[in-house]
């Protein structure tokens, strides 16, 4: 692969602080970077990231039965009432391992992700996500983590 950008994501790295050499130096499908002026970012290749989340949200039972109950209601086709009073008792847990054994992951991710974007999941800093076209056959998620 030639180590050449799109002019638009070159520009929006260097603004960030970010050094292309060492974009295409660590250049993966998940990596970080700290930009000059300390700031992390994390970079996704957008062909991985649904299943990047995918694997973070299931490696937490308590995040996924934490998401609203309306919300959870839908994906698991269950009385509201019933994901509440479960949430209400501190049975998060037991609700995320419902996701799982329901095979709701992929649904719950991909709501997820129409309803609050990947920022919300990713960037802990500000919740804000950046696609970066790098050249005609990649393209990368940018996060700011700290």
Same mark, same amino acid.
């Given at each position: 692969?030639?180590?050449?950008?799109?002019?638009?994501?070159?520009?929006?790295?260097?603004?960030?602080?970010?050094?292309?050499?060492?974009?295409?130096? $660590? #250049?993966?499908?998940?990596?970080?970077?700290? *930009?000059?002026?300390?700031?992390? /970012?994390?970079? &996704?290749?957008?062909?991985? !990231?649904?299943?990047?989340?995918?694997?973070?949200?299931?490696?937490?039972?308590?995040?996924?039965?934490?998401?609203?109950?309306?919300?959870?209601?839908?994906?698991? $086709? #269950?009385?509201?009432?019933?994901?509440?009073? *479960?949430?209400?008792?501190?049975? /998060?847990?037991? &609700?995320?391992?419902?996701? !799982?054994?329901?095979?709701?992951?992929?649904?719950?991710?991909?709501?997820?992700?129409?309803?609050?974007?990947?920022?919300?999941?990713?960037?802990?800093?500000?919740?804000?996500?950046?696609?970066?076209?790098?050249?005609?056959?990649?393209?990368?998620?940018?996060?700011?983590?700290?």
């Amino acid at each position: 692969m030639a180590a050449t950008f799109n002019p638009m994501a070159a520009s929006t790295l260097r603004e960030a602080g970010i050094d292309l050499r060492e974009f295409w130096q $660590n #250049l993966s499908d998940d990596f970080t970077l700290t *930009a000059s002026d300390g700031a992390e /970012y994390r970079f &996704i290749c957008s062909d991985k !990231i649904d299943e990047i989340m995918q694997d973070e949200l299931a490696s937490d039972m308590c995040l996924l039965g934490c998401f609203n109950s309306n919300f959870l209601a839908d994906i698991l $086709n #269950l009385p509201e009432v019933l994901i509440s009073a *479960a949430q209400t008792a501190g049975a /998060y847990e037991a &609700i995320g391992e419902t996701v !799982i054994q329901f095979n709701k992951l992929e649904d719950l991710q991909e709501a997820y992700v129409n309803a609050d974007g990947y920022g919300h999941h990713f960037a802990y800093y500000d919740h804000e996500e950046l696609e970066l076209t790098i050249n005609s056959e990649q393209s990368f998620y940018m996060f700011r983590i700290n």
